[in-house]
Every structure is written in C-alpha cells, then in structure tokens.
C-alpha cells in the first residue's frame, strides 16, 4: 500500500510517499482510509518534539474515517461498516489498523471527510469542556485559535452545551470561519481582552479554551471572571507559557490541564462513552467540522506543513487516491 512516511526529523518537509506492507489485524480493526486529518501533533512528530516519539521510519496521521475491511470478533464492528477511528499512528497511508476502543460509528448523515475530523479534537474539547471543565449552560467561553481544528470544535460543542462563545481571530478570513461555526462573537486577536471586558460588562468570561498558549496566556488569566476556568489544551504558538501563581488568588480562577490522551490511556472505555454522548449531536447537525484544504497522500508534507505555519483555516485533511 501506499503511505506518506516520515523518515528524518526535520519538519514536514521530510515526509515521503513509499510503499510499504499493510497493517496486520492482530485483534484491531482493519480500515480502508477514504480520509484522514491533519492535526497539530503531526507537525511536531515529524521534529521529534511531541511526547510520543516513534522509532523510524513512521507513519503520520492520528485520525481517520473509512470503511471498516475487518474487525475481531466481539468487537462490534463488521467489515463495510462507515467508521471513524484514531489510531494515533498510521492515518496517512491507504489503510490503517485501529484497537476496537477507538473505533466509531459514522452516523450515515456525517461524511467521510467530516468524521476524519472529529475523533482528536471533538473528543479533546468534550472531555476538556465537560469533565475537566465543568461547563453549564449560560456559561461564557472564549476560545484562542477559533478557526482551526480545536477551535471550531470548542465553539461547537459550547455552543451545544448552551453557552455563549467569544472565538479570537487574527483576520476577517478567521472570523468568517468562527462565525459560520456558531460563534456568537469574533474578537481580534491584538486587543481581546479589552474586547472581552466590553462584552462582558466588565466581568470577563467563565472559561478560557487556548490551544496556543504564548504571550497571549497572561491576558486570558485577567479575562477571566471570578472562578472562571482556563483549559490549557495546547502550544500552537511554540512557547509554553508559565503563570504566577498568585494571579489564581485574586479572583480565585483556576488553570487546568487538558490532556485527553493521558487520561483514556488508563481508562479504554472512556472513548467509545463519549463518542455516545456526541452522537445524537452528529444527528442534530449540531456539530459539523468546517473543512479546510484536501490534499492527496502525495501532498501529505505540505498538508502538515499548512498546519504548522499556522495557515490553515478550518480542518485540514489527506486524502489516498482511489
């Protein structure tokens, strides 16, 4: 089959397309790929920066959707069915094997190209927005980053939670994106605390969702209202802030971590419960990916590279050739 590999770990730049031997079953879920997303992550796997840091050469691609080829007994799969899956590994080649817990129905509505962009984020700011945020209904929530992958996932599982979302851009092609993904706000990126403040009445929002981090994490703290909560998702910006603690006092906010992966590691089960309570959302139409560029296995390394220089806009996704 073919597969977009990374070889070296020098930036997006180093992927390449090979042949290589199909993924055995062994007790997983064997899928034939029609799509699979671009996250973040791949970005800093092909620089050897991420946590997880695969022996070479390896094959990208976190999450996909396709048609399942075959599937162990018990498991609740059977060949043709419409899957969306995340294997974590493996996505950016023709086919890809995936364990049973992270393997999901594709409601027949969603598209192929929709489900491969669900799995990471959608069930990063569910767990983010409900278990480790506490989100209710009324609540304010600002999100960083609100055109791209996490950021339209945020506004929308918020929004169909009941809150109200403020989404930063840092253009009118942005702000576009977060609006058509149900963003009740747009603010500009330079000045957003100012901006949360007018909207606010002066009593800043009940949660902060970033996925960038940098320098603007310090204004996110003082955009916060009392006992609001900042979901600290990611780094897209390169550095990782740090905060003083006192500023925690003052209105007695706090800073949580949100690291999906690290929790249903430990807990397999954990995935599958909340692609069930995202489902009868999937039917609504309440939650739809807005879809960036598609690119051909061929142009997996500039598909990565898009995503890495911050030019994306909506989710980004490879697609092999069939």
Same mark, same amino acid.
């Given at each position: 089959?073919?597969?977009?590999?990374?070889?070296?770990?020098?930036?997006?730049?180093?992927?390449?397309?090979?042949?290589v031997p199909?993924?055995?079953?062994?007790?997983?879920?064997?899928?034939?790929?029609?799509?699979?997303?671009?996250?973040?992550?791949?970005?800093?796997?092909?620089?050897g920066?991420?946590q997880?840091?695969?022996?070479?050469?390896?094959?990208?691609g976190?999450?996909?959707?396709?048609?399942?080829?075959a599937a162990?007994?018990?498991?609740?799969?059977?060949?043709?069915?419409?899957?969306?899956?995340?294997?974590?590994?493996?996505?950016?080649?023709?086919?890809?094997?995936?364990?049973?817990?992270v393997?999901?129905?594709?409601?027949?509505? *969603?598209?192929?190209?929709?489900?491969?962009a669900?799995?990471?984020?959608?069930?990063?700011?569910?767990?983010?927005?409900?278990?480790?945020?506490?989100?209710?209904a009324?609540?304010?929530?600002l999100?960083?980053?609100?055109?791209g992958?996490?950021?339209?996932?945020?506004?929308?599982?918020?929004?169909a939670?009941?809150a109200?979302v403020?989404?930063?851009?840092?253009?009118?092609?942005?702000?576009? *994106?977060?609006?058509?993904?149900?963003?009740?706000?747009? *603010?500009?990126?330079e000045?957003?605390?100012?901006?949360?403040?007018?909207?606010?009445?002066?009593?800043?929002?009940?949660?902060?969702v970033?996925?960038?981090?940098?320098?603007?994490?310090?204004?996110?703290?003082?955009s916060?209202?009392t006992?609001?909560?900042?979901l600290?998702?990611g780094?897209?910006?390169?550095?990782?802030?740090?905060?003083?603690?006192?500023r925690?006092?003052?209105?007695?906010?706090?800073? *949580?971590?949100?690291?999906?992966?690290?929790?249903?590691r430990?807990?397999?089960?954990?995935?599958?419960?909340?692609?069930?309570?995202?489902?009868?959302?999937?039917?609504?139409?309440?939650?739809?990916?807005?879809?960036?560029r598609?690119?051909?296995?061929?142009?997996?390394?500039?598909?990565?590279?898009?995503?890495?220089?911050?030019?994306?806009?909506?989710?980004?996704?490879?697609?092999?050739?069939?």
């Amino acid at each position: 089959m073919r597969a977009a590999q990374v070889t070296r770990l020098e930036g997006p730049r180093s992927i390449e397309v090979s042949d290589v031997p199909e993924p055995a079953g062994d007790g997983l879920v064997v899928i034939d790929v029609t799509a699979a997303g671009v996250t973040f992550p791949d970005a800093l796997l092909t620089r050897g920066l991420y946590q997880i840091k695969p022996e070479l050469p390896f094959v990208p691609g976190s999450e996909v959707a396709g048609v399942v080829r075959a599937a162990p007994a018990g498991s609740g799969l059977a060949a043709g069915d419409r899957v969306a899956a995340f294997p974590g590994l493996g996505g950016f080649a023709d086919v890809v094997a995936a364990s049973p817990d992270v393997v999901f129905p594709l409601p027949g509505n *969603v598209s192929f190209e929709a489900g491969a962009a669900l799995p990471m984020n959608y069930l990063t700011v569910h767990f983010g927005l409900i278990r480790r945020g506490g989100l209710r209904a009324g609540e304010t929530v600002l999100v960083h980053g609100a055109a791209g992958g996490v950021g339209t996932a945020a506004i929308q599982v918020a929004k169909a939670l009941g809150a109200r979302v403020f989404a930063v851009v840092s253009t009118e092609g942005k702000a576009a *994106v977060a609006r058509a993904a149900g963003a009740d706000e747009t *603010v500009p990126a330079e000045g957003f605390r100012d901006a949360v403040k007018e909207l606010t009445g002066g009593t800043g929002v009940d949660m902060v969702v970033d996925p960038v981090g940098g320098d603007r994490f310090t204004d996110s703290l003082r955009s916060l209202a009392t006992e609001g909560r900042l979901l600290t998702i990611g780094f897209t910006a390169g550095e990782i802030p740090t905060v003083k603690v006192n500023r925690l006092l003052l209105n007695n906010i706090s800073v *949580v971590g949100v690291g999906w992966g690290a929790f249903w590691r430990a807990r397999p089960d954990y995935p599958r419960e909340q692609w069930a309570d995202l489902l009868p959302l999937l039917d609504a139409g309440q939650l739809d990916p807005p879809l960036g560029r598609t690119f051909r296995l061929e142009e997996a390394a500039e598909a990565v590279a898009e995503l890495e220089e911050r030019r994306a806009t909506g989710k980004v996704l490879v697609k092999p050739d069939r």
